[in-house]
């Protein structure tokens, strides 16, 4: 069965430090991997995904940057956080079945930015 | 554009009450829809989804059927539990480029009393 880790669970960072997150899927192969957000009272905001390794695609402009080093590993990067950086970030998967596929979520992790 | 609404919450209900949570959908084509549900804390799951029209997805006794013509996927629970208290996400999936996305409703916050 296919599972997915995320890491850290939480992490409490300055302003202006970088962050690194990581997200990895067991037992499926060539998944598309997908970065959300969820910020507090704004719902979920899909940030970056991914259909391979080095394909990345970004939906919203900002100072994150995701990469995928590995068929299965998902990285979500930052060189200077900001205030607004704060939320819980959700790594997916789904296998490619059009319109029919269905995204599976990790754990999340959640970070605050002081 | 492809869009979700759905009904606002907070919603508070009694053990053993009946569950009724909205949700209208704006789409291009039939897409699939889902409904995920969020405990305290942690990731989204998948609860249940319906991949064309009259289908009838259902899950822990969750129910919720796609009705192209109303474009209505209204989540059903006969009998809630203090366990069922979470937020819950009605969701579609459309194409993106190069890639099929999802579109998040913003989410209804369910509290089950005893």
């Known amino acids: 069965s296919q599972t997915i880790h995320q890491w850290p669970a939480t992490l409490v960072q300055p302003v202006g430090s970088p962050l690194s997150l990581e997200c990895t899927v067991e037992?499926?192969?060539?998944?598309?991997l997908y970065w959300y957000r969820q910020a507090a009272g704004r719902g979920l905001q899909l940030l970056f995904y991914?259909?391979?390794?080095?394909?990345i695609s970004s939906e919203v402009p900002q100072n994150l940057s995701a990469s995928r080093p590995q068929d299965r590993q998902f990285i979500l990067s930052s060189k200077k956080l900001l205030l607004s950086d704060s939320g819980f970030y959700l790594c997916?998967?789904?296998?490619?079945?059009?319109?029919?596929?269905?995204?599976?979520f990790g754990p999340g992790t959640r970070l605050l930015v002081l | 554009g492809n869009s979700v609404t759905q009904m606002e919450g907070p919603v508070t209900l009694s053990e053993e009450a009946f569950l009724t949570i909205n949700c209208t959908y704006t789409?291009?084509?039939?897409?699939?829809l889902f409904w995920y549900v969020q405990y305290p804390g942690e990731g989204l799951q998948l609860l249940l989804k319906?991949?064309?029209?009259?289908d009838k997805g259902s899950n822990k006794g969750f129910e919720a059927t796609y009705r192209k013509e109303t474009t209505s996927f209204h989540l059903e629970k006969g009998s809630v539990q203090v366990s069922d208290s979470a937020v819950y996400f009605c969701?579609?999936?459309?194409?993106?480029?190069?890639?099929?996305?999802?579109?998040f409703g913003k989410g209804t916050k369910l509290s089950v009393i005893p």
């Open positions: 997916a998967w789904s296998v490619g079945l059009g319109d029919k596929e269905t995204q599976y």
């Open positions: 037992g499926t192969s060539n998944p598309n």
């Open positions: 991914s259909v391979g390794i080095g394909q």
């Open positions: 789409a291009t084509g039939y897409p699939s």
């Open positions: 319906a991949t064309k029209a009259d």
């Open positions: 969701a579609l999936i459309h194409s993106g480029a190069g890639s099929y996305q999802l579109t």
